[in-house]
């Protein structure tokens, strides 16, 4: 895991210096494909690593609790809430609500 630190982290470095002399277009590119690259590097290590981790009992069972759906979704939820992607639930902006939660108004068709 210390080799994608170990290898990107002067190039983040050289690309900040990079955007300080005004090449900030070229810099800027360069952080992100660092950040590009170190991911990939991070995520083929763990797919290589990941049945002998799953092997020790208490990152098998923080996996588990992970990848549950209803963990995911919790944190879906509140990640949602962080960003602002749905106003709050206390707040004073009225919700939007679908056409079909409505309540029935028209007299020429009665409810059932």
Do not use: N, Q
């Not at 990939?40 to 588990?64: D, G, Q």
């Amino acid at each position: 895991m210390a080799l994608p630190i170990a290898t990107v982290e002067p190039l983040k470095l050289a690309a900040v210096a990079l955007a300080g002399k005004g090449h900030w277009i070229t810099g800027t590119a360069m952080i992100a494909a660092c950040y590009a690259f170190s991911l990939l590097i991070v995520e083929r290590l763990f797919v290589i690593v990941k049945p002998k981790l799953l092997s020790i009992s208490w990152f098998a069972r923080l996996w588990e609790g992970f990848i549950s759906v209803r963990v995911r979704a919790r944190l879906w939820r509140v990640l949602k809430h962080c960003i602002g992607l749905r106003p709050d639930r206390g707040s004073s902006a009225p919700s939007p609500r679908p056409w079909h939660t409505e309540p029935f108004s028209d007299r020429r068709y009665p409810r059932r």
